[in-house]
């Protein structure tokens, strides 16, 4: 399938049997995530601000085994460290 989904649209026919629901965040967990997400640094202010760009995904290997990455994109692009100038990368040793 090429395209977007709306939020009302199946993809699977209405004739297959899905059981239950699936699983909808309620405000319990809304609130949680919340007061999760209020996390500060060690000079008091705060990690997550909400003029940051976030991205919401779900990962895990298993199907009934996932969790939900929020990832601050407005922290990208990430820079890598130089690397060190005393370690050959070809040979994997330290120079001498």
């Known amino acids: 399938m090429i395209g977007k989904l709306d939020a009302d649209e199946r ?3 209405e004739k297959v049997d899905l059981g239950e629901q699936p699983m909808q ?3 319990e967990m809304m609130h949680e995530i919340n007061c999760l997400m209020a996390h500060t640094k060690k000079d008091g202010s705060y990690n997550w601000l909400p003029t940051d ?3 919401i995904q779900i990962a895990g290997t298993f199907a009934a085994d996932k ?3 929020i990832k601050n994109v407005s922290k990208n692009p990430w ?3 130089n690397p ?3 370690y050959d990368y ?3 040793e330290f120079k001498k």
Do not use: D, G, M
């Open 11 to 13: 993809v699977l026919s």
């Open 25 to 27: 965040l309620t405000s």
């Open 53 to 55: 760009e976030y991205e």
């Open 67 to 69: 969790f939900i990455v």
């Open 79 to 81: 820079v890598p460290a």
């Open 84 to 86: 060190h100038p005393n």
């Open 90 to 92: 070809e040979k994997k």
